[in-house]
């Protein structure tokens, strides 16, 4: 009788959650470099092919906010601001580090968003995505418009503001899901955990 006892007493009680361990040291940083390195190679080899009016998804800003929810605003703005500088390197845009200190603001301010609760889900990742998509555009179109560019502003918003980020939602949740798949669960990175 005492066993049966003991075991309805093991199943009624609360389980408890085993702790976290700490996260060593890379925390998946070369998984990190590896996924901007596909995407970057994607964004330049493929996605023109993707057009809408004029807007061609943006899978670097999808890949930038996806790492800064899931490791924080200093891995966040390192691989936003290397995967720009290589797509501006490899294209012909004739704006050198525009691009760059874009996607460098995308990913630290979207990594701030990587301690809170939402950040493990897929909603709050997916609105910064098109915060993100919508913030670069506009940032180039503006800059672009500053160089003295024969298009006019309602013509920049509407044949490529607007569809470069609705296709940059569309293309996104693939591309969170592989990041959430090959990085685990948010973790804010910082300095000192990246020594060797």
Partial sequence: MST????????AAPRRREPRALPQRGVGLKRVALMAIVVVILQIT???????????????????????????????AVTGFACGFIVELTTPIGTLGVLALLYLAV?????????????????????LIVAGAAFVQVGYALFQL?????????????????????LSALLAPPVLLVAR??????????PGMLDA
């Fill in 181 to 190: 798949r090959l990085l685990g669960a948010p973790i804010v990175v910082e």
């Fill in 146 to 166: 500053l160089l003295g560019t024969e298009m006019t502003a309602s013509v920049i918003a509407l044949r490529i503001v607007v569809p470069t980020v609705a």
């Fill in 4 to 11: 049966r006892s003991a075991l309805r007493r093991a199943a």
């Fill in 107 to 127: 990913g630290f301010w979207c990594g701030r968003f990587a301690d809170r609760p939402e950040a493990s889900t897929i909603g709050l990742p997916l609105v």
């Fill in 46 to 76: 493929v996605m023109p092919y993707i057009t809408v009016a004029d807007g061609i998804p943006d899978l670097v800003v999808a890949l930038v906010v996806s790492v800064a929810v899931l490791r924080g605003p200093l891995v966040g």
